[in-house]
């Protein structure tokens, strides 16, 4: 690198005296992301880990020095910088140390957005709704530049994801993955989560949910440790209360059944606490709840049932997802991206993914966002992000961690294969 530096200064000094050779000659950002992308392993290695302690600054660095158009090894660098697959659309900076994330945060302000999944951010094969993210909410422009400005990014995966090589017995052969869920969760400085957006959302309802949740985080923090949990059940009961709300409107546009009369959720500050609410919760994690919690968690689940019964089958969920198809659109960021990935996609393909981001953002908005608003009013592992994972996927995603196989296990099923073609 030296050398380079020297010939650099050398070759501008012979054209005069009137040039300023420090104007010309490579800066030592510049020979680090030149670094980078060195053919010799450790330097690169070393260019990358000084680049990445840089943050956001070291992407920019990067792209400073080679512009939009990257190369195979200079994306793949650039993904390494970012720890993120196909960086150079979304240009964001992911921690991978919850407790680095947590010092940044406390240094900036910020609340922490971290991500759980199956598989890796920076590798292709990660699972489906991840692959989603890094497509149709990452790269979006208004989705980076909040992600950028105002969250603190981690990821974190949960195990790995399945794949399956399909062999068509003629040289050509398709990889992909199979089953698996992604989650994102909003945490203060300290990790403790305030909220949680789990599967795949469009890109303007992810947005909206943000902003709420960040809302939350600065609001929570302002209020000493004995009222924070009160302020936590009441915001959750209030999201709750609003998705409900907008479920009926929704099926009452649609005139697709008379809506139900839903059961009004008890605010959780109503009644003043007693000694059975201030009962702790037993070692063997069975809850105590009290009346008001029990009438809660009631109300919560007979309406989600009564609006499940009325939306119906699929049809009527595709019609409450055009409702919201607004929301679902791509920007020209992503759908560059996808025609990037493959040059053969037809607007068609384009169009019907939309569609498909449109009807997973309600179905999780409506059924699984209202299962974790209901958690935190109750309270139960809600204050500890592995905990609350845990519980996600056990109960949400139906991907127990107790399952190694993921439900792929066939286990009342005769398949003729020797040991059910499993090999350790």
Excluded at 302 to 326: F, M, P, S, Y
Aim: charged share 20%; with cysteine.
């Amino acid at each position: 690198m030296r050398s380079h530096a020297l010939i650099s200064a050398t070759m501008l000094v012979t054209l005069g005296f009137g040039w300023n050779i420090s104007v010309h000659a490579e800066t030592s950002s510049q020979q680090l992301a030149r670094a980078a992308v060195s053919g010799n392993v450790s330097e690169s290695a070393r260019a990358i880990a000084m680049l990445r302690s840089q943050g956001q600054e070291g992407i920019k660095i990067f792209l400073d020095t080679y512009g939009d158009k990257l190369q195979q090894r200079q994306s793949q660098a650039l993904d390494a910088i970012c720890q993120q697959r196909d960086c150079y659309a979304s240009r964001l900076y992911w921690y991978t140390d919850l407790q680095q994330a947590k010092a940044a945060a406390k240094a900036t302000g910020k609340p922490i957005l971290s991500l759980r999944l199956l598989g890796r951010l920076d590798e292709d094969l990660s699972c489906a709704n991840s692959r989603f993210f890094r497509t149709a909410l990452y790269p979006n422009a208004e989705v980076s530049q909040v992600l950028r400005d105002r969250f603190i990014l981690h990821w974190q995966s949960v195990r790995p994801v399945p794949k399956v090589t399909i062999d068509f017995g003629d040289g050509r052969k398709m990889q992909s993955t199979i089953t698996g869920n992604s989650i994102h969760y909003i945490l203060d400085s300290e990790g403790r989560p305030i909220d949680a957006l789990p599967g795949l959302y469009g890109p303007g309802t992810f947005l909206k949910e943000l902003s709420k949740a960040e809302r939350a985080v600065k609001d929570y923090t302002k209020l000493g440790w004995q009222e924070r949990e009160d302020f936590l059940t009441k915001w959750h009961s209030d999201r709750l209360a609003e998705i409900q709300a907008n479920w009926v409107a929704d099926l009452s546009k649609l005139g697709i059944s008379s809506p139900p009369e839903l059961v009004k959720i008890p605010n959780p500050t109503d009644k003043p606490p007693t000694a059975q609410q201030a009962a702790p919760i037993a070692m063997s994690k069975m809850v105590v709840e009290n009346p008001l919690l029990t009438a809660i968690t009631n109300a919560v689940r007979n309406n989600r049932e009564a609006l499940t019964k009325a939306t119906g089958d699929e049809e009527n969920w595709t019609k409450i997802a055009q409702l919201h198809a607004v929301t679902a659109r791509l920007d020209s960021n992503s759908k560059a991206l996808m025609q990037q990935k493959n040059s053969n996609l037809q607007p068609p393909v384009i169009e019907k993914f939309e569609n498909y981001m449109a009807l997973d953002t309600v179905r999780n908005e409506y059924q699984l966002h209202s299962q974790i608003h209901e958690w935190f009013i109750r309270g139960i592992g809600t204050n500890n992000i592995e905990t609350l994972n845990e519980r996600v996927y056990a109960q949400l995603f139906l991907t127990p961690s107790s399952d190694p196989w993921l439900g792929l296990l066939p286990q009342d099923a005769y398949t003729a294969i020797e040991n059910d073609g499993i090999s350790k």
